[in-house]
């Protein structure tokens, strides 16, 4: 029996998998910040309105920059997700390299597409409620984490700091479970 194969069977290979993901961090996670509930309390405020149950908020220096909520079914694409509409309204006001000093917020942890969005922005943090994991439990879900998108980006770097309110976000989806 091979390595791998003994590994998947003793379900170690998820734990060799991560280990590896880690030597080569990109992500560095932060702990919660006085001011992450008010902002995460904020983009799960915009969830509620969301064709989706999804909000997120842009914050430079403690100010609401951006807001977004998933207009996917409104707006009819699928690539409005509310990372991705807040980043549209951000960039509205604001020019790119302001992001990096920005931090968002959002209800759920973003998915390969927002996180990918994030990257390419540079924002410099990424505060989420509900993880992937749990969301996966609720709804659909690439199983893949911002984390492992962040460190799958060798020429950038992002802060990330989950499950802040994740109780209020996954509320949410409270009519949503299988």
Known sequence: MDRRSLLRGSGLLIAAQALTIEAGARAKLTPVSPEDEKFTQ???DQAKHADHPFGAIIVREGRVLALGQNSTKRKSDPTAHAEMMAIRAFLDGHEPEAFKEATLYASGEPCVMCMGAIIWCGIKRVVFAASIGELEKRI????????????????????????????????LFADKIP
């Open 140 to 171: 659909g879900q690439i199983e893949i984490t911002c984390r492992q998108i962040a460190n799958a980006a060798p020429f950038a770097s992002v802060e990330i700091t989950g499950g802040v309110l994740h109780k209020e976000a996954i509320d």
């Open 42 to 44: 904020l983009a799960i």
